[in-house]
């Protein structure tokens, strides 16, 4: 199963808006996305295409059309700065989860 | 408050088996509780491993035949191992509790396994 395909990078400037597309989800609702800062460990952020885990901040939305999620950032803050990863579960007769190629924000 | 931490040796041999542990505190192995093992090479994207829960397991088709995922009640652990490495193995490993359902709730640290003679 190919990964699923993500921008290698997308970049604003604070306070700005932008979007993180994931091409190749699944038709179910079973998209999440996380937070990797450099040296960390992943961290959750949007779960069941468009819940927040207690704690994250309201502005990271999640939405979804067709095969494509999709991850916005809303008043880009320097600590957004980070890469982001999808993740959808394919489903089928074999359970198999498969991630996103992954995107580097960088905050102008 | 869930946490996990990974151990096991941060060097193996080609060929060797790669064995790491994931101690658990804070959840418990009840059911319904998913447990997964993840990795990272050196600079590049995430790649899921496998899962164990009380009743069985899933892996990753591609690792399936070299990979075996345990759980340990007693102990409050479960662990990963994969045999036949090579340096294409090399990466952090994560555990990770599941969420419900299908995602990853929680993380461990990593740790970093390099596979080299």
Redesign the interface.
């Known amino acids: ?1 190919s ?1 699923l395909t993500q921008p290698a990078s997308v970049s604003g400037s604070p306070g700005q808006s932008i979007t993180i597309s994931c091409i190749g989800t699944s038709r179910d609702n ?1 998209v ?1 996305w ?1 937070q990797q800062h450099p040296g ?5 952020i949007i ?2 295409v468009v819940k927040r ?1 207690s704690g994250v901040s309201h502005r990271f939305s999640g939405s979804k059309s067709g095969n494509t999620a999709s991850l916005t950032i809303s008043g880009l803050q320097a600590e957004d700065e980070a890469d982001y ?1 999808c ?1 959808s ?1 394919v489903g089928g007769p ?9 995107t580097t924000v960088t905050v102008l | 408050q869930v946490q996990l931490q990974e151990s096991g040796p941060g060097l193996v041999k080609p060929s060797g088996t790669l064995s790491l542990t994931c101690a658990v505190s804070g959840a418990s192995f009840s059911s319904g509780t998913w447990w ?1 093992w993840i990795r990272q090479p050196p600079g590049k ?4 491993i496998g ?1 164990i829960y009380l009743s069985g397991s ?1 892996y ?2 591609s690792l399936k035949s070299r990979l075996t995922i345990s759980m340990d009640k007693s102990n409050n652990q479960f662990s990963l191992s994969l045999t036949s490495v090579t340096a294409a193995d090399t990466a952090v490993y ?1 555990c990770a509790k599941n ?1 419900v ?5 929680y ?4 740790i970093l396994v390099t596979v080299s003679s």
């Not at chain 2, 994207?45 to 899921?48: A, D, H, I, K, P």
């Not at chain 2, 993380?107 to 990593?110: A, E, S």
């Open positions: 199963q990964a079973l999440s996380y960390e460990a992943p961290k959750l779960y069941e885990p990863y993740c579960n074999v359970i198999l989860y498969v991630f996103g190629t992954g | 997964t994207g995430l790649e899921w899962e899933n990753n088709p994560y969420g359902p299908w995602y990853f709730e993380w461990g640290q990593g």
